[in-house]
């Protein structure tokens, strides 16, 4: 089965195609640019197919990763997607970007860990992973101080604003010893793990997560980004007074 | 022919539309609009996420209606800018992966361009010179056209702060009529006196710029009129206002423009973008021009606000110009000039 996989929930522009049956990464491409996923992305996806003298007709099935991760960015990655699928006539699946990189963490670890992107607004996107990398929690997005406190066994006073997703209950479960992910990395001192590993959406990670709706043909996945906030937004109060 | 796909994603339209040889063969619109409206104006975080949902589904849609199948499809034309940047990145994205898909090239669009496109798809090709009149919820230009494909757009005059579309925008918003402000106002300037408030026409004076804008003064002066009748409490004749604002800005509008017909000898003047679609603007621009000779051209009215159908058909100029394609690297520009129709 090849695989075309692509992700844009990270700073990580990539995409790459991958074997799932031989568990290969065939050819794959990543730029490091949080300001360039609509810049580089579908170039990516034709160095891929250049460098295996592939066809896009060669393509059976397109995994895109649906975040959680910044909007603009996260968007860019899910509207190629869907339209290489629609081009290709091919079905369409996402996997959780996390999970993703959950499954690439596991190689490396084996117990439980704590998966964090950069969310920006100095918050991390989040979820903590079985030692197979499966997902013990949904995601979220969180302050680092607030998820340090939460896993200490506290729920912290978030205050108004956007609900805290996912440390609004105590946790239920052992607290992770072990860290990844470039949120990890990047707030490694708020969050409390010194030694935060940084591992990114690799491209047979997300084809492996859509792994069994890919093998059982399933439809395609609908279009929905974890965006995990809601827009910005406030509604106007009246107009304001041009009388002196 | 080559058959161009256009798409367009700059504010809160998906608009596809598919064009050969200057004729549309078929279009698809979704628009956010009524989730904006409780917000008096459009949300970019939220017309970039309903672009996502649209941009697939239109592109079915305009192929379904113009009985094509995507393989049809030559090149994709796409809106690079101006607009909101995070709406201009799902269009962006959707054209670059259908051209390497496709295996077309891919044209970059600016999207006023595409407005002045719009009449060549109700129209024919546009003359070989003419005097052009945008008019859209960003941008107010007097424009001199050459060849549209290739020409360096010139331009003779501007706003100098509000677009006459923010204009109806913002005015519609203090004498509480709904949103988007444009069709509103003109509604209830139907039922109005257009001569029962005298609104300034600002930059008309002797020794001021000719073919220069300002919206701003006039939208203040609406807002001052309704303060103090609401201050006295006194009832607002929401449609006579409507009607003196609506008068006041078709007025400065079409009179520049016939000014600038006749100092740049255009036989042909064409009046495009949002606000083309408002009833007094298009009547009284046809009522000058029909004056001093001029022949007006205005697109039909699903034409003139923001659509795909319009990138598309710049796209088909740019194709049969012989244009240079865009790299499959370009970026979009949320506020690009307009200088040349094509941005690549
Ligand atoms: N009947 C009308 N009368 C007056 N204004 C109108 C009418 N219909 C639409 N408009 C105005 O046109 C504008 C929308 O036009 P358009 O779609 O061309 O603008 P835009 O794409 O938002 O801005 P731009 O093209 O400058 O980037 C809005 O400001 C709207 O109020
Ligand atoms: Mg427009």
Redesign the pocket.
């Known amino acids: 089965m090849v695989i075309l996989a692509l992700d844009t929930a990270t700073a990580v522009v990539t995409a790459g195609i991958v074997d799932l049956e031989t568990s290969r990464t065939l050819a794959s491409r990543a730029t490091p640019d949080a300001h360039k996923h609509a810049e580089v992305l579908s170039s990516h996806v034709r160095d891929c197919l250049n460098e295996l003298s592939l066809a896009f007709t060669d393509i059976e099935a397109v995994v895109v990763g649906a975040g959680p991760g910044p909007f603009t960015g996260l968007r860019v990655g899910m509207a190629s997607g869907a339209v290489f699928a629609n081009a290709l006539g091919r079905p369409l699946y996402t996997a959780c970007t996390l999970d993703a990189i959950a499954l690439t963490a596991a190689t490396e670890l084996n117990e439980p860990f704590l998966v964090a992107t950069d969310a920006r607004r100095r918050e991390v996107y989040w979820s903590i992973h079985s030692a197979t990398g499966a997902p013990l929690t949904s995601p979220g997005v969180a302050k680092p101080s607030y998820l340090r406190t939460w896993l200490d066994g506290d729920v912290p006073d978030i205050g108004p604003g956007q609900p805290p997703v996912g440390i609004d209950q105590p946790i239920s479960m052992s607290v992770p010893r072990k860290a990844v992910g470039a949120g990890a990395v990047l707030h490694a001192d708020s969050l409390g793990y010194a030694d935060a590993m940084a591992v990114d959406p690799m491209p047979l990670a997300l084809a492996q997560v859509a792994a069994a709706k890919i093998a059982a043909k399933a439809p395609n996945d609908a279009l929905t980004p974890l965006y995990l906030r809601r827009p910005d937004a406030v509604a106007p109060n009246g107009n304001k007074s041009v009388l002196p | 022919m080559t058959i161009v796909m256009g798409i367009e994603t700059?504010?809160d339209?998906t608009g596809v539309g598919l064009v050969q040889d200057g004729k549309l063969l078929g279009d698809a619109l979704a628009s956010s609009m009524a989730e904006h409206a409780i917000f008096g104006g459009v949300v970019p975080e939220i017309a970039a996420r309903a672009h996502l949902q649209a941009i697939v589904p239109c592109v079915q849609q305009a192929l379904h209606k113009a009985d094509l199948d995507l393989r049809d499809v030559g090149a994709i034309a796409v809106t690079t800018g101006?607009?909101l940047a995070s709406s201009l990145q799902i269009g962006m994205a959707a054209a670059k992966a259908y051209a390497v898909t496709l295996g077309v090239p891919l044209f970059a669009v600016h999207?006023?361009a595409g407005?002045a496109a719009a009449d060549t798809l109700a129209h024919g090709p546009l003359p070989a010179q003419c005097v052009a009149l945008i008019v859209?919820?960003?941008?107010t230009s007097l424009l001199t056209l050459r060849d549209l494909a290739v020409d360096r757009i010139n331009h003779i005059g501007d706003t100098r702060d509000d677009?006459a579309?923010?204009a109806?925008?913002k005015v519609a918003r203090i004498l509480g009529l709904p949103y988007?402000?444009?069709?509103s106002?003109?509604a209830a300037a139907a039922k109005g006196d257009p001569h029962a408030f005298k609104f300034p026409r600002a930059l008309t004076g002797p020794g001021q710029p000719k073919y220069a804008f300002s919206f701003s003064g006039l939208k203040t002066a609406v807002a001052r009129t309704v303060e103090k009748m609401q201050l006295k409490g006194q009832p607002v004749p929401v449609e006579d206002i409507a009607a003196s604002f609506q008068e006041a800005v078709a007025d400065v509008l079409t009179s520049k423009a016939i000014l600038a017909c006749q100092e740049y000898g255009a036989a042909e003047l064409i009046v495009v973008?949002?606000?083309a679609?408002?009833?007094r603007?298009r009547a009284l621009a046809q009522e000058r021009c029909d004056a001093v000779g001029v022949e007006l051209r205005v697109p039909p009215i699903r034409l003139?606000?923001?659509n795909g159908a319009m990138i598309a058909a710049v796209g088909d100029l740019l194709v049969r110009a012989g244009a240079k394609p865009a790299s499959l690297n370009i970026s979009t520009t949320p506020s690009v000039q307009l200088e040349y129709a094509s941005l690549a």
Do not use: R
């Open positions: 700059s504010c339209e101006p607009g999207h006023l407005h859209s919820g960003g941008h677009a579309g923010e109806f925008d988007p402000g444009g069709p106002i003109d973008g949002g606000v679609a408002n009833s603007v003139c606000t923001d």
